[in-house]
């Protein structure tokens, strides 16, 4: 699937961050549908967590974003985090960030406060999250703090869902994992898929991360210098060397 031929939720203009006098991302244009995992992949420090955190609006205090982030064709570029939230943007950042001595359910309870649709109990939410990470119901009274790496991605995950987000974002979501949890988290991302939730991935592991994916952008210090359906990065010379071959 391309990402032009259909109308995009989420699309960024020309959107630069600069930290003083360091510029992160160079006027970056990326486009993601319903529907669709758009992968970003890159080298450490070509801007990929900025990337993520100016669309959310959750730059560091030294952070300044410009350009524009449109969700569903409006220009949210000015609104604090909490009302992109509120109206369907979720990040799941680096380091997860949970609160580590509450347990797992009350984390993932946490993740609905912005959640205002009539009708919706928080229980319904939780049940939606332990169809997806049955171990989570298991575990639901554990403290967060005392769950292993892959668990604690999973109630990142599942926290970020119980927003109901239509664009959720993931920040090195295999970052630390073992190789088999790290396949259990990507089969739940391209499940995602499945129920409309468009994903926008940030992955140094980029085999699996354009396995997953229908589109995928390059980022090299702050400069998108690639793009185009995943499939067809996969089987680019230049991404092969740089980012898929035998060292990686
Ligand atoms: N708060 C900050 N203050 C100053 N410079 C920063 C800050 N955050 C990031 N940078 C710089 O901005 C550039 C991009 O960083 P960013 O974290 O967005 O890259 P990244 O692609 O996500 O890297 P990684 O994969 O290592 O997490 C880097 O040069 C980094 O040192």
Request: proline share 4%.
């Amino acid at each position: 699937m391309s990402a032009d031929n259909t109308k995009a939720v989420l699309e960024t203009r020309n959107l630069s961050v600069r930290y003083g006098k360091v510029e992160a991302l160079r006027a970056t244009n990326l486009r993601l549908c319903a529907g669709q995992i758009v992968t970003v992949i890159g080298p450490n420090g070509a801007g990929k967590s900025s990337l993520l955190n100016a669309i959310m609006g959750a730059l560091p205090t030294n952070g300044q974003a410009e350009g524009a982030v449109l969700y569903e064709d409006h220009d949210v570029s000015h609104h604090a985090i909490e009302l992109r939230l509120g109206k369907g943007l979720a990040l799941v950042p680096e380091k997860r960030e949970l609160f580590t001595t509450m347990s797992v359910e009350d984390n993932l309870v946490l993740g609905a406060y912005r959640r205002r649709k009539a009708g919706w109990s928080y229980r319904d939410g939780l049940e939606r999250i332990y169809s997806i990470f049955p171990r989570l119901k298991e575990r639901r009274h554990q403290l967060a703090g005392t769950m292993s790496g892959g668990e604690r991605q999973m109630v990142a995950i599942g926290r970020a869902l119980m927003s109901d987000p239509k664009v959720l974002m993931l920040d090195e979501p295999s970052l630390g994992l073992a190789p088999r949890v790290m396949a259990e988290v990507f089969h739940v991302i391209s499940h995602l898929r499945d129920s409309g939730v468009a994903t926008l991935l940030i992955e140094q592991n980029s085999r699996a991360a354009l396995q997953v994916s229908d589109y995928g952008y390059v980022l090299e210090v702050g400069d998108v210098t690639l793009e185009g359906p995943a499939a067809d990065l996969a089987k680019n010379p230049k991404v092969i060397e740089a980012y898929l071959g035998a060292k990686h």
